[in-house]
Nanobody, 123 residues
Framework: VQLQASGGGLVQVGGSLRLSCAAS?????MGWFRQAPGKEREFVAA????????YYADSVKGRFTISRDDAKNTVYLQMNRLKPEDTAVYYC????????????????????WGQGTLVTVSS
């Protein structure tokens, strides 16, 4: 599955952005990860295949919301009350082959990755 992420940009502290990730086919779970300069990639949010279950990193809980529209094969990440520490390249990821032995928060669950979209939060 090919993934195309969009929606990144420059925003001020406290602002909002919505990231989108369009998949070329059907997927199981989908997730968002991010990588800040000089840091390892980290989990941000994930949504189950049905959309009924969502998962968040503690650092974004209550500020970010993940959702999916299966009619469009698209997953969204609504990011509110952005902070400078949210600055990173955000990657969407898709579980194409079911990998239920891995947690939704693990990068190992996901087969395919998007190219990344840069989010910069200025203070």
């Amino acid at each position: 599955v090919q993934l195309q992420a969009s929606g990144g940009g420059l925003v001020q502290v406290g602002g909002s952005l919505r990231l989108s990730c369009a998949a070329s086919g059907r997927t199981h779970a989908m997730g968002w990860f991010r990588q800040a300069p000089g840091k390892e990639r980290e989990f941000v949010a994930a949504v189950s295949w049905s959309g009924a279950s969502t998962y968040y990193a503690d650092s974004v809980k209550g500020r970010f919301t993940i959702s999916r529209d299966d009619a469009k094969n698209t997953v969204y990440l609504q990011m509110n009350r952005l902070k400078p520490e949210d600055t990173a390249v955000y990657y969407c990821a898709a579980e194409v082959s079911y990998a239920g032995s891995y947690s939704h928060t693990s990068a190992l669950r996901y087969d395919d990755w998007g190219q990344g979209t840069l989010v910069t939060v200025s203070s």
